[in-house]
Antibody, heavy 121, light 109 residues
Framework: EVQLVESGGGLVQPGGSLKLSCAASGFTFSGSAMHWVRQASGKGLEWVGR??????????AYAASVKGRFTISRDDSKNTAYLQMNSLKTEDTAVYYCTTAVAGPWGFDPWGQGTLVTVSS | QSALTQPRSVSGSPGQSVTISCTGTSSDVGGYNYVSWYQQHPGKAPKLMIY???KRPSGVPDRFSGSKSGNTASLTISGLQAEDEADYYCCSYAGSYGVFGGGTKLTVL
């Protein structure tokens, strides 16, 4: 079974940092691009960024709203992707999902259960 | 990186068909055949319904279909069922990054 499990969410003060993890199983993680998508409470989905595979030089791309503050990385030996979030703002408060694209290069499936990040003083 | 434009809500009666539009630009929807659609029930993770404009993943009913014309993609749901009531989001590749639509709430009357 293809599965993604996020962890690491929690409460952090504005300006602080947090690192999320996404543990993958059931598919060839090392060959897959991994994406992060977030959703503020009652709001829509927002693409955060992605990291490609080693074959694609681990290339990363980010949404303008997080570029320069967030960094995506991966450890293929642990089948895990990470989202390092620095200089957090209250508007970064959201459920963060990791996902991949098993079907087609831009069809996100499956999704993890999400992890809640709350940025508040 | 502007969000794609979707209607905030659509509705239909059981058995009817509804179409949800997703309008972008030539830099996203119009420029690539990488439009996908997601269904999200309250408190749940999104579920892929359509990818590459019109392809259906295994397990998705053929009542769901996708298409694209110019800068606008569409999701059509035929033979509406009560369980189709949910939020629907489109997403497009936009050259290295991705962009979602604002979401459409489907109400089954």
């Amino acid at each position: 079974e293809v599965q993604l499990v996020e962890s690491g969410g929690g409460l952090v003060q504005p300006g602080g940092s947090l690192k999320l993890s996404c543990a993958a199983s059931g598919f060839t993680f090392s060959g897959s691009a991994m994406h992060w998508v977030r959703q503020a409470s009652g709001k829509g989905l927002e693409w955060v960024g992605r990291i490609r595979s080693k074959a694609n030089s681990y290339a990363t791309a980010y949404a303008a709203s997080v570029k320069g503050r967030f960094t995506i990385s991966r450890d293929d030996s642990k089948n895990t992707a990470y989202l390092q979030m620095n200089s957090l703002k209250t508007e970064d408060t959201a459920v963060y999902y990791c996902t991949t694209a098993v079907a087609g290069p831009w069809g996100f499936d499956p999704w993890g259960q999400g992890t809640l990040v709350t940025v508040s003083s | 990186q502007s969000a794609l434009t979707q209607p905030r809500s659509v509705s239909g009666s059981p058995g009817q068909s509804v179409t949800i539009s997703c309008t972008g630009t030539s830099s996203d929807v119009g420029g690539y055949n990488y439009v996908s659609w997601y269904q999200q029930h309250p408190g749940k993770a999104p579920k892929l319904m359509i990818y590459d404009v019109s392809k259906r993943p295994s397990g998705v009913p053929d009542r769901f279909s996708g298409s694209k014309s110019g800068n606008t993609a569409s999701l059509t749901i035929s033979g509406l069922q009560a369980e189709d009531e949910a939020d629907y989001y489109c997403c497009s590749y936009a050259g290295s990054y991705g962009v979602f639509g604002g979401g459409t709430k489907l109400t089954v009357l």
